[in-house]
């Protein structure tokens, strides 16, 4: 007789979250026999506050479900078909591992090229063993521009990017300005405490194109153009300086460049920028009195702004607001984007190797770069990225990934839509099947988790494969950390105060900065420049822009295309991860005008255009966006349109003003209703 396995009791075990999010939880996870239950929130980071976003609620199905990748295969039927069979990991590795040993012995190992971005935040699944690979190799370089590239020239070029306002400490200011993000589906922590501040007598200004949950709780909603932001934040500093709002004695001490952001704003009127914004000039000296007036007074800046032609200046002038007003020196007072840079842990020091000299490309233009490439890419290796559902150009990249002589190999949890178009997929483990370090952006946490459940079927972590991959070619060298511990320690020891971070990690589960979890800035912290000081006009970037620093490109529209399309976050997914969890056809939201005005009634089939593609779904009428915008949401998968394109098929690979970024904002299309 058969005996039966017992069957264990379900038991909580403590993690950490490091996705593409802000606010680093403190993760409670059940598990049993091998499989995770639930996911919640706890309260070791304190920002967590014992509850967690919708999205990894569900990391459950994600880690266990239909489209999980159990095992390695290679393609047998034609690409994009998702047609493969099982093979092992030493056939699968021992082809890939072959082709790009011979494409380094022929001196071709620029016809590699890594990509990879933010399916995981943790410093051990990227830039450890695989940058080791890469570079050794002398593959080609990757700019991973797709998200934050404009922001954080922006804020690096004026501020060294400066350590911003915690979290936490937002209840303390008296005026609060959201520009360019949505919190309540990404990066939901902060939203307790705007609402908090809101309860005691703070004002919250919202400035977005579409009438987001908290625009609709906020004192003062500004629904601007998308791309205007620019003209916006520079009517705001000509005013401030005109009215004598500005802080002199301040800008003297701390900042140089202040009499020149004086001059390029003040052409800038409310009246002007009012014009080009598509908004009343009234609301925007409202929200310049309220700020000139208030203190504490803090912006939440977020990456919608950078998202166009002029998203870095537009930044840039955003992050000048606090300076010109003197805002700063006191708790609740100032700004914050991105805390990544506090840190100064560098995963690629555990690498053990420099970056190479060789070609770097824009990841943003990969679809190019896979087409018209000289010498070619023979060999693209994807991880942590989904490259067909997120970047530019899309239908370039799909044919890109349909050339019969690139050998595309996908190493991911999940049978993307990137994976259907590979010729070895490779099965990655989800960050609850691997150790992991990670640090928040928003949160000042630096938190280590280790696995709760073993590697689901054959899957493997990042670090491993990555290490085996550079012994099969011949590149690993006897002593390198390859474990996630010694990778960790290795982080660590590189770091100064690495050895009480590493005390206060096996304390205390989580180590914060050298200044602590609630820094005041120009108190606790200061610009993280050569000087010291702000640097609100700094050379090398007004060198790069194409129209100088602050110097505003009109709208790419046209009588053809007079649509703004947006794909901003939702609470569905973490950029496209997730993305297989929604399985129902997501609709394109479209203002009641617009919609009568092409005839298109709620839930009508339509076909929305461009001359760089097109994509087609239903229609959702709504009054929660401006007149003139769109939106389609950001991740989407093939599956949820029809036809398989998706608003990323409708953005152009042009770049932006700072940092090569990406200008999904700046898709113009048409809509049309589709009436066979």
């Known amino acids: 007789m058969a005996r039966v396995a017992p069957v264990t009791e379900p038991r909580r075990v403590a993690s950490a979250c490091p996705l593409d999010c802000p606010d680093a939880c403190s993760l409670d996870v059940t598990v049993q026999d091998g499989r995770v239950l639930a996911v919640g929130g706890s309260r070791v980071n304190p920002v967590t506050d014992g509850y967690i976003c919708a999205k990894v609620r569900r990391f459950p199905e994600h880690v266990h479900g239909a489209a999980r990748v159990t095992f390695p295969q290679v393609r047998i039927g034609p690409k994009g078909a998702g047609e493969f069979r099982r093979v092992s990991w030493d056939e699968a590795l021992g082809r890939v591992a072959g082709e790009m040993r011979r494409l380094a012995d022929a001196g071709e190992g620029e016809a590699i ?204 002038a955003v992050l000048a607001l606090p300076a010109v007003a003197g805002k700063f020196g006191v708790r609740g007072g100032g700004y914050t984007l991105s805390n990544s840079a506090v840190w100064e842990l560098d995963a690629r020091t555990a690498a053990r190797t420099p970056a190479p000299a060789t070609r770097e490309v824009n990841m943003n233009l990969v679809g190019r770069e896979l087409l018209a490439a000289q010498p070619p890419i023979r060999l693209l290796f994807v991880y942590n990225a989904n490259p067909l559902a997120t970047l530019p150009n899309q239908e370039a990249v799909r044919r890109g990934l349909l050339r019969e002589d690139l050998l595309t190999v996908v190493f991911d949890p999940v049978m993307t839509d990137t994976a259907r ?143 703004a399309l947006l794909s901003p976050a939702t609470d569905r997914t973490i950029s496209s991860t997730l993305g297989e969890l929604v399985l129902e056809p997501v609709p394109v939201e479209i203002h009641p005008r617009d919609a009568a005005e092409r005839g298109i009634a709620d839930g009508d089939r339509v076909r929305i255009f461009n001359d760089w593609g097109e994509a087609r779904c239903r229609a959702r009428v709504t009054e929660h966006l401006r007149p003139g915008v769109v939106f389609l949401s950001k991740g989407l998968w093939s599956h949820n349109t029809e036809g398989g394109a998706t608003g990323n098929a409708l953005v152009p690979d042009t770049l932006t003003d700072l940092g090569g970024g990406a200008c999904f904002n700046d898709s113009r299309v048409e809509i049309e209703p589709i009436r066979t």
């Open 113 to 316: 090229l890594p990509l990879s971005y933010g399916g995981s935040n943790g410093y051990l699944s990227q830039d450890t063993t695989d940058a080791r690979l890469f570079s050794r190799l002398g593959a080609l370089r990757l700019a991973r521009t797709v998200c934050a590239a404009p922001s954080t020239s922006a804020a690096v070029g004026l501020y060294g990017k400066m350590a911003g306002i915690a979290l936490s400490d937002y209840v303390f200011s008296r005026l609060i300005i959201v520009w360019g993000v949505n919190p309540s589906v990404s990066g939901i922590h902060i939203v307790p405490y705007l609402l908090e501040a809101q309860k005691r007598g703070a004002r919250l200004v919202v400035v977005d194109p579409r009438r987001t949950r908290l625009a609709q709780r906020a004192d003062l909603h500004i629904p601007l153009m998308p791309g205007t932001d620019l003209p916006v934040a520079l009517s705001i500093i000509r005013w401030i300086f005109e009215s004598g709002h500005a802080a002199e004695a301040f800008l003297r001490d701390h900042a140089t460049g202040s009499e020149e952001l004086r001059r390029r704003a003040a052409s800038w009127t409310f009246e002007r920028a009012a014009d080009v914004a598509g908004v009343a000039p009234g609301a925007i000296e409202q929200l310049a009195r309220w700020y000139a007036e208030s203190s504490p007074a803090a912006i939440r800046c977020g990456w919608g702004l950078e998202r166009n032609r002029n998203g870095g200046s537009a930044v840039a």
């Open 421 to 563: 178009y590979a010729d070895v997929v490779l099965p990655a483990t989800t960050f609850l099947e691997r150790d992991e370090l990670s640090r928040g952006y928003g949160a000042y946490v630096l938190q280590e988790a280790a696995a709760v459940i073993p590697p689901v079927g054959e899957s493997r972590p990042n670090h491993e494969v990555f290490a085996e991959l550079c012994r099969r070619t011949g590149v690993a060298a006897p002593g390198e950390p390859e474990s996630a511990r010694d990778l960790a320690d290795a982080i660590l020891a590189a770091h100064p105060g690495g050895a009480a971070m590493r005390r206060d990690l096996a304390e205390g589960a989580l180590a914060y900065p050298g200044f602590g979890p609630v820094p005041i800035q120009f108190v606790d912290v200061f610009p993280r420049t050569a000087d010291r000081k702000i640097h609100l006009v700094p050379e090398a970037l007004d060198r790069e822009a194409p129209a100088g620093l602050y110097g505003y490109r009109a709208d790419p529209g046209s009588a053809r295309f007079p649509l």
